[in-house]
């Protein structure tokens, strides 16, 4: 699962920030180490860095934000992959509201960072569309009265028609309007925040995958790489999906699961007709699919996950049958680029934060809203190291709990398998 080539992506191909960062050789002795260069890693670096902290280290195996941080959708919004209901009813009214606001602040974090260190990543702040599969608008009431009366957020409803002058399509009907959410070019908003820690003083090193880790005997660890070794005080493992063997109490908490992307051509006023709006759009289902108009009108589209990696041929066959199923009138739209990679997911669909033992900290298993979710636990974890803050504690209830390789793999499947099923089942009944 540990491969470290960059996939041939949209995101790639156009990427504006740099990622000239050297290997990791000699040895070097540091305050604080944090393994892996995805969003987890650098907000964890960059929030360390801003709070003063100057003996720090991001190491990363591959390129800066070459996994899943580089090649996803773009949505910026708050929530996690456990759905607001499941969140409320497990953790309590309290702790619900605290977690789901980390990732509202996120969100600001986000926002402010690419204003202040001027990351040129497309940023569009067009706010968010969650447009209803279904021909039943309780599935949009209970959740904007939710989150109002247990979050404190305000989502707008939009009727049929209201839905239907932003986006044209027959398999859509109302939808849920997030006004604060927005959208980036994901690897430059990566790149960027780690050209902004390198300028606060964070050492970076790619290409330089740490291949054991060693308890020093007067305290902290050593982290070897092929050509050098560093030695803190603090180490954070953040490698996600891209774990390998380093540690395998985290390697069998979570599955690496497979995830899809492409990007059409330059598609125009074949597309202005269809979608009329900047916001980024994903619909109601639990297998749902996801996309965003960009600046030279290519569509960005997402969608479905599974156990297995795809070539970019499966990847473009696959997403261009769901494109077709929303915009018939898109259905031969030619497609420039198509790419698959690798998430961590847990059972329990929340993130996997914590020690290992003390001073050897792990974050991982984001899921599928991994740009907020992992700035959010990135900050938790730089105040925990910076200040001794606990509130990185309320996420403790959510462990490593064993993925059961090779089964959780099949399990994994199968359930998406299952919600596929009764979402098409959903929508038979109501349309009859």
């Excluded at 497309?122 to 569309?129: I, N, Q, R």
């Excluded at 050509?227 to 908490?253: F, N």
């Amino acid at each position: 699962m540990a491969d470290f080539e960059p996939a041939p992506s949209y995101y790639r191909a156009s990427a504006r920030e740099p990622a000239a960062w050297p290997e990791l050789h000699g040895r070097r002795r540091l305050r604080v180490a944090v393994v892996g260069a995805g969003y987890a890693g650098i907000a964890t670096a960059l929030g360390l860095a801003e709070r003063g902290e100057r003996e720090v280290a991001l190491i990363e195996a591959g390129e800066v934000g070459h996994g899943a941080s580089g090649r996803n959708g773009g949505f910026v919004f708050g929530g996690y992959s456990l759905d607001e209901s499941a969140l409320l009813q497990l953790c309590g009214a309290q702790d619900a509201r605290a977690l789901y606001g980390w990732t509202l602040d996120a969100v600001e974090t986000i926002r402010r960072r690419v204003r202040q260190y001027r990351i040129d990543c497309a940023m569009t702040e067009a706010g968010c569309l969650w447009v209803n599969w279904f021909d039943d608008p309780r599935v949009l009431y209970e959740r904007q009265e939710l989150l109002g009366r247990h979050f404190g957020v305000s989502w707008q409803y939009l009727d049929q028609q209201a839905r239907a002058a932003l986006v044209q399509s027959p398999r859509y009907h109302d939808a849920l309007f997030e006004p604060r959410a927005f959208h980036v070019h994901p690897l430059d908003l990566a790149r960027g925040q780690v050209r902004a820690a390198a300028a606060l003083g964070v050492r970076v090193y790619q290409h330089s995958p740490i291949v054991r880790i060693e308890r020093r005997a007067g305290g902290g660890f050593c982290l070897h790489s092929a050509r050098g070794q560093i030695e803190a005080e603090q180490v954070v493992l953040c490698a996600g999906g891209y774990l390998g063997r380093l540690v395998p109490a985290l390697r069998r908490a979570m599955l690496p699961i497979a995830t899809y992307v492409m990007a059409t051509a330059p598609l125009g006023e074949r597309l202005a007709r269809l979608v009329r709006t900047r916001a980024a759009i994903y619909d109601s289902r639990f297998a749902f699919d996801y996309y965003r108009v960009l600046a030279d009108t290519r569509l960005i589209w997402g969608g479905g996950i599974s156990i297995q990696h795809k070539d970019p041929a499966t990847v473009r066959a696959h997403l261009r049958r769901d494109l077709a199923r929303v915009f018939p009138d898109l259905a031969d739209a030619p497609i420039d680029y198509a790419w698959s990679g690798w998430m961590s997911y847990a059972r329990h669909q929340m993130p996997q934060v914590g020690q290992l033992q003390p001073g050897l900290w792990y974050a991982q298993a984001f899921g599928g809203h991994g740009i907020t979710t992992t700035h959010a636990v990135g900050d938790r974890l730089a105040a925990a190291i910076t200040d001794g803050d606990e509130e990185w504690r309320r996420l403790s209830r959510f462990g490593l709990d064993y993925a059961w390789r090779p089964l959780g793999y099949l399990g994994a499947q199968a359930s998406y398998w299952w919600y596929q099923a009764k979402d098409a089942w959903r929508s038979r009944v109501r349309r009859r």
